[in-house]
């Protein structure tokens, strides 16, 4: 059985109800999320983490999860690629492309340019 051992007014509790969650996260993504707590009077990250738990959980926090704002390419724009697209399909079928066998000769072409 797994006890952890936590600090509350000086006086040491054991505890089995307490589990250790590990959250894989981008370094920077961490230091931000620890100096916002700090600001917020939060002693770590894992302090902020419960209260944050423990909020969503009581309903005292709604999350929203929107997808983010989608960016459309402007008619002239798209009637330009569909024009280029469909010249590049015309190149193709009239052989007008190189050809590579391998990535080595692939990146000697572009070299070249």
């Not at 999320?33 to 939060?42: L, Y």
């Not at 990250?45 to 999350?63: A, P």
């Amino acid at each position: 059985m797994d006890l952890t051992y936590f600090n509350y007014f000086d006086t040491i509790y054991m505890s089995n109800t307490t589990v250790k969650l590990q959250i894989p996260l981008d370094k920077s993504l961490r230091d931000q999320v620890e100096k916002h707590a700090r600001k917020m009077g939060f002693s770590s990250v894992q302090d902020f983490t419960r209260v944050l738990y423990s909020t969503v959980l009581e309903d005292n926090m709604k999350l929203s999860m929107k997808p983010a704002e989608v960016e459309y390419i402007s008619p002239k724009t798209a009637k330009r690629l569909d024009r280029q697209a469909k010249q590049a399909i015309r190149d193709y079928r009239a052989g007008k492309l190189k050809a590579f066998d391998n990535v080595e000769d692939f990146l000697a072409d572009l070299k070249k340019l």
